[in-house]
């Protein structure tokens, strides 16, 4: 990629916990060396079970919390090394939508209030006719400026989310989950708002879900993550799986035509716990493919074919 | 947020049957004190030593006390000094708490340790013996009695502030505020501060009720208003040297005081279900 919009470098981010009185302090990684560019127009999925850091993640690249370690460049920017000034001006051209549109909206703002937060939280006025023209782009009726959340359905709640996220015209926006507390039908019209919106706005996303099938639909390219670490860069939405856990998380995805049905390959063992990460593989204990090798040594990310690292010993 | 829904549940609260009884004896109480010159029948504070314990009668409607006074005048005069004291200082303490609490909560950190162990620290004691060392400290009179009710409350709205905004502020429109660029000031201002203060203002309502027996207590021990200014505790106070000669006298501003408290926990009750905090205030 010859100009990114954003890139990471090794992000990593350490969390610790306990280190009371009494009880030794216990730390984890919750992002452990993680790399990749977003293209301009680019849509980069994110994908992997609870708890494997993709919200980590996701906070990371907007710096809400600080990594332990590398770096984020916007725009030939370096994030993380901005000050608190250059930072909250960045932030016009940065957003982010939640994955809960419950908690996501102050419940004493109304819709109007909250889209207007963006501009006052710089201490501006959104420009005339601003509020009206958002609500026309996420679809929701005027009428509903005056409303409070608890007068509004979730997917209206998560649509004023994402008006919220357009306020300042933003060239990248981090999707955290944006469907996943939503009813299946609702999802299917945020998902088709997104990509209208992207297509309109010309917009770069950077979106994270746990559910393979929606981000192979919606997105360009795939990270896969678990525990951390990335384990497959799939470089085309419908490219063919070449790690082991990629494999699994597919066979996991219902096929609701009842012919092509297979029986269902769940994975077995335990996912190692985060605070004790194995010496080798992280994947070792549920992987069909294991070795002895894959104990022993933690495999590389690298390039199986142009485009498509992997890190795997055995890969597919 | 306007003016029309910050109201709508106290509308609502008074709705109910035992709001509407509650609230209807409030206002009662609080128009008395506030229009007392007006309504009272007699002066207050004259003596009248021929017509010294009368019970009521058609002249006065509450009788005497000893030195002839008409005692509905003076319980009139007295919800006025409990009222103002009790409010005025409650108000105090629920500013300065909530200025204290959300300080500690936003900030964190060692502050944070400092001011909560202090609130432990005198939360430990019952309100009664931080206002009497108080008093005694200050000196008694309206003043010393209303700063010794503020500080003695002060622990309870410092530790209920400071549990909202922790809750708070990990609500995920914390979190967007700051991923559109907002500062701590501007979090602080318009979301913490605003969504943590229907618990901590109804909280100090049912802290009123408990002030006025504060108050009361302290005007029985003499700490509170000094004569000739009437106040429910100083009168309960020289009624109970007369318990069996006239009981009217301690019995009368015996009852405003526990109707005007039941009042406002009844209130205060309704208040809660119409506002659905229940829980919340239970945090601290």
């Known amino acids: 990629m010859t100009n990114p919009l954003i890139s990471a470098e090794a992000l990593a981010r350490r969390f610790s916990t306990g280190g009371g009185w009494l009880r030794p302090a216990r730390s984890m990684m919750a992002v452990r060396g993680v790399s990749f560019e977003v293209a301009k127009g680019e849509v980069l999925g994110v994908v992997g079970e609870s708890g494997c850091g993709k919200s980590t993640l996701a906070r990371l690249v907007l710096r809400l919390i600080e ?7 916007f725009d030939g920017q370096e994030v993380t090394g901005l000050g608190p000034g250059d930072l909250r001006r960045l932030r016009r051209r940065m957003a982010m939508v939640f994955q809960d ?41 005027l009428a509903m400026a005056a409303s409070y959340p608890h007068q509004l359905s979730g997917g209206q709640r998560q649509r004023v989310g994402i008006a919220r996220a357009l306020a300042q015209a933003p060239d990248f926006i981090v999707l955290d989950e944006p469907t996943a507390s939503l009813d299946v039908s609702i999802q299917a019209q945020i998902i088709a708002l997104l990509s209208e919106l992207r297509r309109g706005n010309g917009l ?69 716990s985060a605070f004790d990460l194995p010496k080798g593989c992280a994947f070792a204990a549920r992987c069909p493919r294991v070795t002895d090798l894959c104990r022993a040594e933690n495999p590389a990310l690298r390039d199986l074919t142009p485009g498509h690292p992997v890190a795997c010993h055995h890969p597919l | 947020m306007s003016l029309a829904r910050s109201l709508a549940p106290v509308a609502r609260a008074a709705r109910t049957p035992m709001g509407a009884i509650a609230g209807l004896w409030l206002a009662l109480i609080v128009a008395a004190a506030i229009f007392a010159p007006l309504i009272a029948p007699y002066a207050y504070d004259v003596q009248n030593l021929p017509e010294s314990f009368q019970p009521p009668s058609s002249a006065h409607l509450l009788g005497t006390d000893e030195f002839g006074r008409d005692l509905l005048t003076r319980i009139i ?26 300080a500690a909560g936003y900030i964190g950190g060692a502050f944070d340790r ?69 500062g701590g000031r501007f979090i602080l201002f318009r979301h913490l501060l605003p969504n943590a203060l229907a618990p901590v203002l109804v909280a100090g309502m049912l802290a009123t009720g408990d002030a006025i027996i504060l108050e009361a207590t302290l005007g029985f021990f003499g700490l509170g208003a000094q004569p000739p200014l009437p ?3 100083s009168m309960m106070s020289s ?34 279900r119409a506002l659905d905090i229940k829980t919340r205030l239970r945090e601290a």
């Open chain 2, 239 to 272: 009624g109970s040297a007369l318990l069996f000669k006239a009981p009217w006298i301690i019995i009368l501003p015996g009852l405003a005081v526990a109707i005007t408290v039941i009042a406002i926990n009844l209130f205060g009750d309704a208040l809660i």
């Open chain 2, 77 to 102: 005069y007295g919800a006025r000094t409990s009222l103002s004291v009790s409010v005025i200082s409650i108000a105090i303490s629920v500013f300065a708490g909530m200025v204290l609490g959300a």
């Open chain 2, 114 to 182: 400092a001011v909560t162990i202090v609130v432990d620290l005198s939360w430990s004691f019952p309100e009664i013996l931080v206002a009497l060392i108080l008093v005694a400290i200050i000196g008694p009179g309206v003043t010393g009695t209303m700063a010794a009710i503020g500080v003695a409350y002060l622990a309870q709205f410092t530790r209920l502030t400071r549990a909202q905004i922790l809750a708070i502020r990990s609500e995920t429109y914390i979190e967007a505020a700051r991923s559109l660029g907002a």
């Open chain 2, 231 to 233: 106040s429910w505790g």
């Open chain 1, 101 to 141: 549109p419950y908690s996501s909206l102050d419940p004493r703002f109304t819709v109007a209030d909250a889209l207007t937060e963006p501009f006052a939280v710089h201490g501006e006025r959104p420009p005339a006719g601003r509020i009206n023209a958002l609500l026309d782009q996420v679809g929701l009726s």
């Open chain 1, 204 to 272: 770069t996303y950077l979106f994270i879900s746990h559910d393979l099938g929606l981000v192979r639909y919606f997105c360009d390219r795939v990270l896969v993550m678990y525990l951390g670490a990335v384990v497959e860069v799939m470089p085309r939405a419908d490219a063919s799986p070449r790690h082991p856990y990629t494999r699994a998380l597919m066979d996991s995805n219902f096929v609701p035509d009842p012919t092509r049905r297979k029986t269902l390959q769940a994975l077995k063992g335990e996912i190692p």
């Open chain 1, 67 to 73: 990594p332990t370690a590398g770096r984020v460049t």
